[in-house]
C-alpha cells in the first residue's frame, strides 16, 4: 500500500524560510519524476516545482529563485526548500509522482505566511 506523508509545514513571517517533507512508503520513487503542488484557500491545485529522476529540476514563475526542490531516492523522500517566502504562497502543499495514475494524495502540510 503506497502512503505519501508530507510534513514541515506551519506559520512564518515573511521573508522568511521553510523546508517541507515528503516520505512515500510501499513503492520506490526513483522511477519517477516527483512534483511538489500547492493549493491555495479558493483555489485550484497548481504545480510549484518538479524533479525528474535524473536530478533535472523545473520551478514555475512565482516560486523561481526563491524555492529549491530535490530528493534522495535512497531514503524515498523529496524536500522542498522555500525562502524568501511571501504572503501569497500560503497554501497546503502536497508532493506526488508526476504520472497518469500517481500515489494515492497525503493530507499535505499547510505553509502559512503571516506577520
Known amino acids: 500500500q503506497v502512503q505519501v506523508v508530507e510534513s514541515g509545514g506551519g506559520l512564518v513571517q515573511p521573508g522568511g524560510s521553510l523546508t517541507l517533507s515528503c516520505k512515500v512508503s510501499?513503492?520506490?520513487?526513483?522511477?519517477?519524476?516527483m512534483v511538489w503542488y500547492r493549493q491555495a484557500p479558493g483555489k485550484e491545485r497548481e504545480m510549484v516545482a518538479r524533479?525528474?529522476?535524473?536530478?533535472?529540476?523545473f520551478s514555475g514563475d512565482d516560486v523561481k529563485g526563491r524555492f529549491t526542490i530535490s530528493r534522495d531516492n535512497a531514503k524515498n523522500t523529496m524536500a522542498l526548500q522555500m525562502n524568501s517566502l511571501r504572503p501569497e504562497d500560503t497554501a497546503v502543499y502536497f508532493c506526488n509522482a508526476d504520472h497518469p495514475h500517481p500515489f494515492p494524495w497525503g493530507q499535505g502540510t499547510q505553509v502559512i505566511v503571516a506577520s
Open positions: 510501499g513503492m520506490s520513487i526513483s522511477m519517477y519524476a
Open positions: 524533479i525528474d529522476r535524473y536530478g533535472n529540476r
